[in-house]
């Protein structure tokens, strides 16, 4: 059974940071791509940024503040949020798909997504 588990939501500043995880169980890590959306309230689920074998996508109200990296040997996904704004104020979550994204915008269809995580709560405060 796959699963997601995210962690390191939370409160801060504008222009703060923080650090989300995303802990996978349950498949094959290193053959599966990993997402990281958002919802704001009221809002439409968001793609954010993407990883799939090494190749990374970011959308662009992200681009150049977010980073995602994976660590394969803890089968985790991190999504390094930096200089951070109160319009990414949001549930994040994670997600799983085994397919390879024939392309960016397979990344941020959640479509394309097969196991979701519960989230995390970021709030950005101005």
């Known amino acids: 059974e796959v699963q997601l588990v995210e962690s390191g939501g939370g409160l801060v500043q504008a222009g703060g940071s923080l650090r989300l995880s995303c802990a996978a169980s349950g498949f094959t890590f290193d053959d599966y791509a990993i997402g990281w959306f958002r919802q704001a309230p009221g809002k439409e689920r968001e793609g954010v940024s993407c990883?799939?074998?090494?190749?990374?996508y970011y959308s662009d109200s992200v681009k150049g503040r977010f980073t995602i990296s994976s660590d394969n040997a803890k089968n985790t996904v991190y999504l390094q949020m930096n200089s951070l704004k109160p319009e990414d104020t949001a549930v994040y979550y994670c997600a799983a798909s085994r397919s390879v994204p024939a392309s960016e915008y397979a990344c941020y269809d959640p479509i394309f997504w097969g196991s979701w995580g519960q989230g995390t709560q970021v709030t950005v405060s101005s």
């Open positions: 990883i799939s074998y090494g190749r990374t």
